[in-house]
């Protein structure tokens, strides 16, 4: 064992060991706090779903869990590449399987070994646990008892039954195999495909792979014995006779004498160096088995340099492994309740995946990698923690189910389907979503000002792309289109209306609109032509100052305080408005809004007056009524602290203004948002928790929203600037590809 696997391994151990043991455990998704509660989860309340099951058992997906619980089901006969460990020793891997489910596609997955290697025993006892399951995943059960259990559990269930090994496997090998056949120009029916490891997930890569298009004549299958040819008896059953090929091949090595592509779901190191050397240009080698691949990509690249490898590790380029696909498939199928997974939503899933390959990669997913993958042959099929799976995936499954019929929901709006499924994982989704669909009915032009940044230019496209408007960006064309080419998109600049102050007709009609601005505020006319022909910032806001874009993002390339100086010479702000950044910070289910993150350091009592009312117009736009707390550390005078007394000032100032929202304070963050502690304060005047949070500094406001953004389960859009003239937003020097995206979204929509 290497110094580096040995590592793996104690890590391993360590963290399956860490309190608590395993990685499942179970949460209530409904209160039961008190007697009421009580009363109503269980007896007597709970007779009530009993009777309405009893009497439409179809109501079990409205009144329990049914409807998005799967069992990982299996008896440990073949875990992983390891074999027949038995039962008990195959639990970490369904219970990672377990959590695979819920971390990618939020479905409730339990993993359920079974202590038998009898195929009637598996069969009889899955049967029985249908009514507690909306799916049943199969997993790790060697061939050929596999396909039995399968076939029998599918005739005899009337909900999914997946074998993941067979199916699963196959469906992503078909995914990278479109991808890797599409970058070496070969047509599937042309190439030999050679297939080792005739089991579980062998057998079904074959048979999908050829309903694909595949010459059964060309596809040559191997197992322990080497080729299953026409005629041989030793070792053989009925799913390996299916593809038994009339050949004289009879060992691994005669088989991939000039084969184009390898498959192999067998075990570790089955692949020798002479084998891969004996391939057809530009070979594709598949190497699947789990933990150790049949040969490294390494030792596959030193011998053929043109080489297209895949392994089911993480730890390498392309991973063909069935995550891909089991969590977004059963998410697919449970959503419209089929009856089962049929062909046909295999191979929609398969080409969803492959598709999604070719598409620019957003920067969550570029992280992961630590660099940025571009389509080509170290990245031909998505990784699992690809945020676009969870709504690209199971729609593509769901419709598949519906047009073949075994939807018993149908989902009427498929849109608002891929809306939800977003939103499932990612709380900004609902927000960001309405504002995108905005966006696109108003079609605005944005000026991108960073265009020398490769993170803006990736940005700008996926603003037009995504159909919201024109996106114009400020830099040079030969820079702009080598970004685009190292982003995978060499064809793109076309996109894009690219502009720079050194080619632009307006230089003059900007310089003398911003002098006649600056002229009697210290500034000579050579100033401002100095500072609108070298300056990015200040050339987009002119060019958005006189009309030649819509709304405008900048922010990634210098401090905020110093940009903001910069937009605060070209633009005034509003008539009677302050200018003021307001964060929104997105929880699961919850959106609060937090100002001002950043304007004004220590805020007087008129001034927090004007970011309440700021923030409160900025959450209209957002579509929430806004309740507003001032917030401090005391409640409504106590402990008494002058600190407080600001916040007191803006409440009287807001009355005396009239203002036409909810407002209270002060009070402290747990009374502004949790119902129990505000209760407290009968006389409050907010009528339900906050939503907009003023903070009484901007250090409150910027410690606050920085340290929710690095807890999980929360994200903080912004700060969305407000109360400039022009709809102006600023990023952070540190913001990935998706927010300049969310930002020029929110300048499109004027948010601010
Ligand atoms: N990347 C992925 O997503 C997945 C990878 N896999 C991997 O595929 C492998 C097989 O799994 P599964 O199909 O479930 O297991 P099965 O036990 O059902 O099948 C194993 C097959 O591999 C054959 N085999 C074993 N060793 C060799 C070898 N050295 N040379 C040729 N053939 C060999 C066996 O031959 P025989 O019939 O003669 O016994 C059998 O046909 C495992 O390594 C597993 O980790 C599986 C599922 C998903
Ligand atoms: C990935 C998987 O399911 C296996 O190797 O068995
Ligand atoms: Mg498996």
Same mark, same amino acid.
């Given at each position: ?22 990685k499942?455990q ?18 007597p309340?709970?007779?009530a779903?009993?009777?309405?099951i ?25 875990i ?18 377990a959590?695979l ?5 939020d479905?409730n ?8 290697e ?9 049967k ?6 909306g799916?049943i ?38 995914a990278?195999?479109i ?7 070969r ?12 089991g ?10 050829k ?15 080497g080729?299953i ?17 009339k ?6 090595a005669?088989a ?12 570790k ?7 891969v ?32 490898m ?18 977004f ?5 449970l ?14 899933a ?9 598409e ?11 660099a940025?993958?571009?389509?080509g042959?170290?990245?031909?099929i998505?990784?699992p ?7 690209v995936?199971?729609?593509a499954v769901?419709?598949?189910a ?6 018993r929901r ?8 891929a ?17 995108? %669909? $905005?966006?696109?009915?108003? =079609?605005?032009? &944005? /000026?991108f000002?960073e265009?020398q940044? @490769? *993170?803006v230019?990736?940005? !700008?496209?996926?603003? %037009? $792309?995504?159909g919201?408007g =024109?996106?114009? &960006? /400020?830099?040079r064309?030969?820079?702009? @289109? *080598?970004?685009?080419?190292? !982003? ?5 600049l ?15 009609e900007?310089v ?10 210290g ?11 070298r ?6 806001a ?5 009309g030649?874009?819509?709304?405008m ?6 401090k ?10 070209v ?11 307001v ?11 937090v ?15 004007d ?8 959450a209209?736009r957002?579509g929430?009524?806004?309740?507003v707390?001032?917030l ?11 600190r407080?007394?600001?916040?007191r ?12 929202f909810e ?12 119902p ?16 907009v949070l ?5 250090h409150?406001?910027?410690i ?30 540190s913001a990935?590809v ?6 020029a979204?929110?300048a499109?929509?004027g948010?601010?």
């Open positions: 064992m290497t110094d580096r696997s040995q590592q793996l391994d104690e890590e391993a151990l360590a963290y399956h060991f860490k309190a608590p043991a395993g499942l179970i949460t209530a998704t409904k209160p039961m706090a008190t007697q009421r509660d009580l009363s109503l989860a269980y007896s309340g709970v007779a779903p009993v009777r309405a009893a009497a439409d058992p179809e109501t079990a997906f409205d009144f329990t869990a049914r409807g998005n619980m799967v069992a990982v089901i299996t008896n440990g006969t073949a992983l590449g390891l074999g027949n460990l038995g039962a008990l020793a195959s639990k970490p891997v369904m219970e990672g399987k959590v489910f819920k971390r990618f596609a479905v997955a339990i993993d359920i070994e079974l202590d038998t009898d195929p009637e025993e598996i069969i009889n006892a899955v029985l646990m249908g009514p507690s399951f799916g995943n199969l997993e790790d059960i060697k061939a050929p008892d596999c396909f039995i259990i399968e076939q029998r559990l599918r005739e005899i269930m009337d909900i999914p039954v997946f074998h993941d090994d067979q199916h699963g496997t196959a469906i992503i090998c078909l990278g195999l991808n890797a056949l599409h970058l070496t120009g047509k599937i029916e042309d190439c030999r495909i050679v297939l080792n490891g005739a579980a997930a062998g057998i079904a890569c074959v048979e999908l792979v309903s694909l298009g595949a010459d059964p004549s060309k596809c040559i299958a191997c197992d322990t014995k080729v040819y026409q005629g041989r008896e030793a070792g053989m059953n009925q799913w390996k006779s299916a593809h038994a090929v050949t004289d091949a009879r060992n691994l005669d991939m004498k000039g084969a184009d592509i390898f498959l192999g779901v067998s075990a190191g089955a692949l020798t160096d002479e084998m050397r004996s391939m057809a240009k530009n070979p594709i080698i598949f190497a699947m088995a789990n933990p150790d691949p049949e040969i490294t990509p390494e030792e596959a690249a030193a011998i053929r340099p043109d080489v297209i895949a392994t089911g590790r993480s730890d390498y380029p392309n991973q063909v492994n069935n995550v891909l696909g089991f969590p498939i059963f998410r697919g199928a959503d419209v309740n089929a009856r089962t997974i049929n062909e046909e939503m295999k191979i929609a398969a080409e969803a995946l492959a598709m999604l390959a070719r620019d990669v957003p920067d969550e997913v570029a992280a992961a990698y630590g940025h993958p571009v389509y042959p170290d990245y031909i998505p990784a923690f690809d945020p676009r799976l969870i709504h995936i199971p729609t769901a419709k598949a519906m047009e073949t019929g075994v939807a149908p989902i009427i709006d498929m849109e608002a389907y809306h939800s499924l977003t939103a499932r994982l990612d709380p900004t989704a609902n927000m960001l979503q309405a504002l995108t %669909t $905005r966006a696109r009915n108003m =079609q605005k032009s &944005v /000026v000002a265009g940044d @490769e *993170r230019v990736r940005a !700008a496209l996926a603003y %037009t $792309r995504g919201l =024109q996106a114009i &960006v /400020v830099g064309v030969e820079e702009v @289109e *080598r970004m685009l080419k190292e !982003a995978g998109q060499p064809d793109a076309s996109e894009l209306t690219v502009v720079n102050a050194e080619t632009s007709p307006h230089l003059k900007y003398a609109a911003l002098y006649e601005k600056l002229q009697r505020r500034f000579l006319e050579r100033d401002c032509y100095r500072r609108v022909a300056d990015r910032h200040i050339f987009a002119c060019m958005l100052a006189e030649h874009a819509d709304a993002v900048t922010g990634v390339s210098r905020s305080a110093v940009v903001l100086t910069d937009l605060g010479r633009f005034d702000t509003r008539q009677g408005r302050k200018v003021v950044g964060s929104a910070v997105l929880a699961r289910g919850r959106t609060v809004l100002a001002d993150t950043m304007v004004h350091e220590m805020p007087n009592g008129s001034e927090l007056a970011i309440a009312e700021q923030s409160a117009r900025v209209r957002l929430l009524e806004p309740r707390a001032l401090s550390y005391s409640t409504f005078g106590y402990p008494i602290s002058e407080s007394s600001n916040l000032d803006a409440v009287r100032i807001l009355e005396e203004r009239g203002v036409d407002f209270d304070g002060e009070m402290a963050a747990d009374v502004a948002l949790d129990v502690a505000m209760a407290a304060y009968p006389f409050c005047r907010l009528s339900g928790p906050a939503n003023v903070m009484p500094a901007r409150s406001a910027s606050s929203t920085k340290m929710l953004q690095q807890l999980e389960g929360t994200t903080v859009v912004g700060p969305i600037l407000t109360g400039l003239e022009r709809p102006v937003q600023v990023c952070s020097m990935t998706s927010e300049i995206l969310n930002m979204v929110i499109a929509t948010v601010g």
